[in-house]
């Protein structure tokens, strides 16, 4: 059986790549991608916690997780079409009316 | 060492490779190949720990359809020309991103863990038979407001790609 801590450094070390793909990448659609390995990565925490407590509970939240992520996906994939009309860039940089 | 641990890193070994393949690559396409790679192993590890109507959900839904609609967008816009590589802010990101990671594996080490260790689990655990007995028992409000999340997800995606926006 393998180790509670060995799930839960993985899954750290999942999300922190994903936070350095929000960080570095000026694509946003890979940046779109790098939340969806976050999310992966913490759906990832919730079931190992769910084997170890030994209750369904953690996997019904990854449930509605994957939920909200399909959601999240959508309209975030709406918006970059939207904009990408506007501007034809997927720079995130170039998309700065609102700042000053 | 068990199999099972040997799984597990082998597994999980590929999982970080191809997660930084997704971000250390500048061409968006291989880009979201590795992530339906990474997906795809993820759902290798929820088999292993008993949740397999999880990890079937994992690749139907999001290494099929939320990673083909994003394959689907790639090549509606078509971004032919590759973001430039700039060293300074790579450098920088990725050690902000590894300062994160020494302070989240000490919170998530010395975290109130289960007392007991690891308890077996009953049979039938990870069942679609029990995943549906606690979606529908305990979480059936939660369930409902998923669905409505669904359909305002629906008509938001209509409204925003409509071409007249």
């Known amino acids: 059986m393998v180790p509670l801590d060995y799930y839960l450094i993985l899954s750290a070390v999942l999300f922190?790549?994903?936070?350095?793909?929000?960080?570095?990448?000026?694509?946003?659609?890979?940046?779109?991608?790098?939340?969806?390995?976050?999310l992966n990565a913490v759906n990832l925490t919730f079931i190992a916690f769910s084997r170890s407590l030994g209750t369904m509970d953690g996997q019904v939240i990854v449930?509605?997780?994957?939920?909200?992520?399909?959601?999240?996906?959508?309209?975030?994939?709406?918006?970059?079409?939207?904009?990408?009309?506007?501007?034809?860039?997927?720079?995130?940089?170039?998309?700065?009316?609102?700042?000053? | 060492m068990t199999s099972a641990v040997i799984l597990f890193f082998v597994v999980g070994g590929?999982?970080?490779v191809f997660s930084l393949l997704v971000v250390f690559q500048r061409n968006v396409v291989h880009s979201a190949m590795a992530l339906v790679a990474t997906l795809f192993l993820v759902a290798v590890l929820f088999l292993t720990l008993d949740a397999a109507m999880v990890g079937i959900l994992q690749i139907l839904v999001y290494a099929g359809a939320i990673m083909v609609l994003f394959l689907f967008v790639i090549m509606l816009l078509n971004p032919a020309v590759l973001e430039g590589r700039r060293l300074a802010w790579w450098g920088l990101g990725s050690l902000a991103a590894l300062l994160l990671l020494f302070e989240l594996v000490p919170l998530l080490l010395d975290g109130p863990g289960p007392a007991s260790g690891q308890r077996s689990a009953g049979a039938g655990f990870g069942s679609p038979e029990m995943l549906a007995q606690s979606?529908?028992?305990?979480?059936?409000?939660?369930?409902e407001i998923a669905s409505v999340l669904l359909l305002v997800a629906i008509i938001g995606a209509v409204v925003l790609a409509k071409r007249e926006l």
């Open chain 1, 16 to 38: 922190v790549i994903g936070v350095a793909g929000v960080v570095i990448r000026r694509n946003i659609i890979v940046i779109l991608m790098s939340v969806e390995l976050m």
């Open chain 1, 63 to 100: 449930f509605f997780v994957m939920t909200v992520a399909a959601a999240e996906a959508v309209i975030g994939l709406a918006i970059v079409i939207a904009a990408f009309r506007h501007r034809q860039t997927l720079d995130p940089q170039e998309m700065q009316l609102l700042k000053w």
């Open chain 2, 14 to 16: 590929l999982a970080i």
């Open chain 2, 135 to 143: 979606l529908f028992y305990d979480f059936v409000l939660p369930f």
